[in-house]
């Protein structure tokens, strides 16, 4: 009960002028662009409820033109207030609780004072280069679906191992194994971030913060970052030649490589357009902004643009292009979404998914209930105003703007009820809130998804969906059959208006049709829990969970419409990430738990665990192997692609900083950084020895990459070629024999600038 009347007024107040909703007696949806296309619902009806609103939030929306789009943006202001999570929508009392693993970040290691240059010849004869070995017995990089490449900081054809260390790309003649040697290097102005093989074609991106000193730059009015991606011709490893060189306006958000053929997603946050300046993300095309226009026998860049009817709080602009790397004559085609910026993305052969999350705030469902409680209350003088003030294009008054008038209104009517008055609206309002809840309550955090089709330059999309809760990575999705499944964490929320039992976080899995209508669901799986590592495999979905034991659940997929359960292993620790040894047995790595003295849960060591999912019902764990003590820590914890495995050399190499401590739980002594090697078969681990970069323990300058603090000793990668296993930092690339890891060849990262004497080719 409210005893005092100024405590609902208070409420109201701040019901308005957080949310990013209009409290109306008839929403008037302001988009000017009246013959903008709609590909999923029916533009003439407008949402009108809170339920409704959501629901179009994942409608999606094409503009026929790019004057509608500056209408759109010029005509309907984005919110000033960020919020800061999902998708646009204010989130404020319902609290969520987010599926991070309690991990720290990477970058305990060794290193190096010093380094030694190797003896390399002044000159080599390209007949000599043509005449390297070559293997078909290599690694690739670890990817989540074959066929579909992911980019990474090394990779190797079998011939040569293309390496990128800070702001150098690095092209290596891998064989044979004791006469390793550099045979060019490209120095950037700026660090790359990835790259990609292809043939004789290397893809190479990053950041383009050298493009601010540019004079081109400098004309733009709209200060955007901007990304890079240049392709060589290195049919002539000694002498790569560029062959593109592209700039994207926007931030590196994902890519995949099919085909000859890159697929490129770059975001656009808080994206803005103005008069005269280009309306969408420009593209550079060797030092010139291509136009939006295209014309005959005219290089052009003409996306189309998709959007929602939902309150912007910033205009996030999300670019996939279409590269085709092989023929740079080639035009980038390219659609651009005005989606989130937390955005999840997994590719098969013929589709690409984008994901983010939607939120509702608790203030929004007070303010739908209110709407009918209090308006009809009010004066029709008051009404009349609060309808002119929505009306009001948001180009003249923003959303909060309206929000404080409207709350002036409400706050001077409620002022002049008694204290009777004031409590019986709002326990009416708790009341209906309450019974709304049934109806709302798994909208508070739901999965929006779009599905995209993929056939070399061409991008079509094709349709949306959403599901409740959020994903943790790509690996919580997987498409099989035509078939797209996606598993879900219900984070944990908190409100007055829910019991305990529904404010636990639990998971779900959720099986969709080609036109992404859900056609199967399993719901409420661990409650209290959140999801930490998934996989697909075949007919099955394994997923492990958190909050004391590590919970293994096997799913069962084989009927689309009716996923189940088959079995679960519980056992300390949990897994961080899932890998397939064979169709029946599961490598985890994660972290090894255990209890303080409060009887709460503490992370300790690294924790390798192999479990035989042969018999579904009956899970078991196998074998596990645990390295170090509290705060040991190893890259793959957060990136699959410094995982190399192999089932046909039993091996399994992971890179690992170790901590030992000599009193439980507390944070241990650094012992160890570098790669642990690993003898793997169906019986277990076997720890065959370590490969350390730091020189038998000597500093290392430290480094920031891929948004982790590191050390140029650390270890990031490791490859094999033949029998030999290459170990990758920023400061060396090491070869062992593969049999009893003895040191086959220490070749150091040579560091010099260009235009100063240098044993081998540098390509600026």
Not at 348 to 355: A, D, E, L, R, V
Not at 368 to 391: A, C, F, S, T
């Amino acid at each position: 009960m409210i005893k005092n009347k100024k405590n609902i007024v208070l409420i109201l107040i701040v019901i308005f002028a957080l949310s990013g909703c209009t409290l109306s007696l008839k929403r008037k949806i302001p988009v000017t662009n009246q013959n903008s296309s709609e590909l999923n619902g029916n533009s003439q009806i407008e949402p009108r409820t809170l339920s409704e609103k959501l629901a179009a939030q994942s409608k999606i929306k094409k503009f026929n033109n790019y004057d509608e789009l500056k209408e759109y943006l010029e005509n309907n202001t984005a919110g000033s207030v960020s919020y800061g999570y999902g998708f646009g929508v204010a989130r404020n009392d319902i609290m969520t609780e987010k599926a991070v693993a309690p991990t720290v970040s990477p970058g305990s290691g060794f290193g190096s004072l010093g380094m030694a240059v190797s003896d390399m010849k002044a000159e080599e004869s390209a007949q000599s280069i043509n005449a390297v070995q070559s293997s078909n017995d290599y690694s690739k990089t670890n990817v989540q679906v074959e066929g579909v490449d992911e980019a990474d900081i090394i990779k190797t054809d079998g011939s040569y191992i293309y390496a990128v260390a800070k702001n150098d790309l690095y092209i290596v003649k891998a064989n044979p194994a004791d006469q390793v040697e550099i045979i060019s290097k490209i120095e950037f102005k700026v660090r790359p971030s990835d790259i990609y093989i292809n043939g004789n074609y290397l893809v190479i991106y990053g950041d383009d913060n050298a493009i601010y000193d540019d004079g081109l730059y400098k004309s733009f009015r709209r200060r955007s970052n901007f990304v890079f991606l240049k392709v060589f011709d290195i049919s002539d490893r000694k002498n790569p030649k560029q062959i593109r060189d592209l700039d994207i306006e926007g931030n590196i958000a994902d890519s995949r490589m099919i085909g000859d053929y890159v697929y490129f997603v770059t975001n656009n946050y808080n994206f803005y357009y103005i008069a005269d300046e280009p309306v969408v993300p420009r593209l550079i095309d060797n030092g010139k902004v291509l136009p939006n226009v295209c014309a005959d026998n005219v290089k052009c860049f003409a996306p189309a643009v998709y959007y929602f009817d939902m309150p912007y709080d910033s205009y996030n602009f999300t670019t996939i292009t279409a590269i085709n790397i092989k023929d740079a004559a080639a035009t980038v085609n390219g659609e651009v979404y005005i989606l989130s910026g937390n955005q999840n993305m997994y590719v098969s052969q013929n589709n690409i998914y984008i994901t983010y999350t939607k939120y509702i705030s608790e203030y929004e469902l007070r303010m739908e209930v209110m709407k009918e409680i209090v308006l009809p209350k009010l004066p029709g003088k008051d009404q009349e105003k609060i309808k002119k003030i929505e009306e009001t294009e948001n180009y003249i008054l923003s959303s909060s703007e309206k929000m404080a008038k409207i709350a002036n209104i409400i706050e001077r009517y409620l002022s002049t009820l008694n204290d009777d008055e004031q409590n019986k609206i709002e326990n009416e309002l708790a009341t209906k809130i309450k019974a709304k809840y049934q109806d709302i309550s798994k909208e508070l955090e739901k999965t929006v998804i779009h599905k995209i089709a993929i056939n070399k330059d061409k991008l079509e999309y094709k349709a949306g969906g959403e599901v409740t809760g959020s994903v943790l990575n790509q690996f919580s999705m997987d498409e099989a059959d035509g078939k797209f499944r996606i598993a879900t964490t219900k984070n944990r929320s908190w409100s007055q208006y829910m019991d305990e039992k529904e404010t636990k976080s639990y998971s779900n899995l959720y099986v969709f049709d080609e036109s992404l209508k859900v056609i199967g669901a399993l719901e409420n799986l661990a409650p209290g829990e959140r999801i930490y590592s998934v996989r697909f495999m075949q007919n099955r979905a394994y997923l492990v969970t958190f909050l004391q034991t590590d919970p293994l659940f096997v799913i069962d997929l084989s009927n689309p419409q009716n996923p189940k359960v088959l079995g679960e292993l519980k056992i300390p620790g949990f897994s961080n990430y899932l890998h397939p040894y064979d169709d029946n047995i599961l490598i985890g790595f994660g972290k090894d738990t255990g209890q303080n003295e409060w009887g709460g849960t503490v992370t300790k060591g690294l924790k390798l665990s192999l479990f035989d999912v042969s018999d579904v019902y009956k899970p078991k764990e196998i074998d596990t192997y645990i390295m170090g003590d509290m705060g040991s820590d190893s890259i793959v914890l957060n990136d699959h692609k410094a995982l190399l495995f192999s089932k046909d050399k039993n091996l399994l190499v992971i890179p690992v900083s170790i901590r030992e401590s000599t009193k439980a739980n507390e944070w241990g002594k650094l012992v160890f950084s570098g790669a642990a090697v690993f003898k793997v078969d169906k019986n277990g681990f076997e720890l065959k020895g370590k490969i350390d970069h730091s020189d038998g323990g000597r500093v290392s300058a430290e480094d920031y990459w891929g948004g982790y603090q590191y050390y140029d000793n650390t270890v990031k990668r490791s490859l094999y070629v033949d029998n030999n296993l290459y170990t990758f930092s920023n400061n060396y690339l090491k070869v062992n024999n593969l049999d009893d890891l003895q040191l086959i060849k220490n070749l150091p990262l040579e560091k010099k600038k260009a235009g100063s004497d240098s044993d081998f080719n540098i390509i600026n």
